[in-house]
């Protein structure tokens, strides 16, 4: 079945876009589009495409199609778009069986391991987070049905009427894993994000929908995960997993992208303290706690730096939030 992953992406391309388009060549049964109006990016594999679209453009698209004004939404606002990504790029997705969206601060296994043929005929919706929809990989059967799925119970208007992204692409505002202690729960709580609407429509017999945990996120001390040839897969378990998302690892200082990205190699490891080729993963231990102390030293003298900026009236850009170690953008 052909399908197609849909990502808009505006500012300059990131210092990981080797890593991710490498893992996107060792998966030509998954087509990526990248909406934007960057050059497209160096040596990209075949089954990478760019489609030009500014975000004024874009936004205009958008306006067109639900009659808002979204002229000053922040970029990170297209995210809550996502489950629309059907009707707003329904020009990208004909002759598709499958859409989706995602994002490309990560690196996909073996996808063959997981996206059967078997399991796509038999489900509508999949995304391979346990219990809900997931913004970095979910898939649509591409019809009708599904591509106005988001409008279920009105609750779109309201997302997308202001600025402010509320997740309506995964599971909302509200206290989702604190609400759910089985799938029957689902039912009690507002159609206010993609995962609840679809899961109410699983649950009434109107769609199949496929939410198992498959990805790999969040990584403990204790963990590491390898990339080779295409696989990723747990160091000691050698369970494997559809992809590896750094979404929370990226915010502590001591995980660095290396100037080896560009290499692309074929084979590396990633644990809390970043990636490490294999002649540096034997000294894993060494680099481990140099890595870890040159990171917790730069959080120090952020953390101390901003608290004399404040005293005097200075803009803090960056902040140590919200734990030691780690850093978060305040513009």
């Excluded at 990016?41 to 639900?66: Q, W």
């Excluded at 790029?89 to 996808?111: A, K, P, T």
């Excluded at 005929?121 to 009708?144: S, W």
């Excluded at 709580?189 to 109410?200: D, F, H, Q, R, T």
Aim: glycine letters at 6%; charged letters at 25%; a positive charge.
């Amino acid at each position: 079945m052909k399908i197609l992953k849909i990502i808009p992406y505006y500012g300059q391309w990131p210092s990981f876009m080797h890593l991710y388009l490498e893992s996107c060549k060792a998966n030509p049964q998954l087509d990526i589009v990248f909406v934007t109006d960057l050059p497209p990016f160096d040596n990209s594999p075949s089954n990478v495409s760019y489609f030009p679209l500014s975000l004024k453009k874009l936004k205009k698209r958008i306006e067109a199609l639900f009659n808002l004004d979204v002229s000053n939404y922040p970029p990170y606002k297209l995210c809550d778009f996502r489950p629309a990504y059907g009707l707003i790029f329904s020009n990208l997705i004909q002759g598709y069986d499958f859409w989706g969206y995602g994002d490309n601060d990560l690196i996909y296994g073996d996808l063959s391991l997981f996206l059967k043929e078997e399991l796509l005929r038999c489900h509508d919706i999949l995304a391979f987070k346990k219990g809900h929809l997931q913004g970095p990989f979910t898939l649509y059967k591409n019809t009708e049905i599904n591509n106005n799925l988001f409008k279920e119970g009105g609750h779109y208007r309201t997302v997308f009427g202001t600025s402010e992204y509320v997740s309506f692409d995964e599971f909302g505002k509200n206290v989702f894993y604190t609400k759910i202690k089985s799938l029957q729960d689902i039912t009690s709580l507002p159609e206010n994000n993609i995962s609840v609407i679809a899961l109410k429509q699983h649950l009434e017999g109107n769609l199949s929908v496929y939410t198992q945990q498959h990805v790999k996120e969040n990584l403990s001390e204790s963990d590491v995960i390898v990339y080779d040839k295409g696989r990723v897969y747990d160091y000691y378990t050698q369970e494997d997993y559809l992809f590896y998302h750094w979404v929370l690892e990226k915010r502590a200082l001591w995980f660095d992208y290396p100037e080896w990205f560009k290499q692309r190699p074929e084979k590396f490891y990633i644990t809390v303290t970043g990636f490490y080729l294999p002649d540096e993963f034997a000294k894993f231990n060494k680099l481990y706690k140099v890595r870890y102390y040159k990171g917790l030293t730069r959080w120090w003298w952020l953390k101390g730096t901003n608290f004399l900026k404040r005293r005097v009236g200075l803009p803090v850009n960056i902040d140590t939030y919200p734990k030691k170690g780690w850093v978060k953008k305040l513009s």
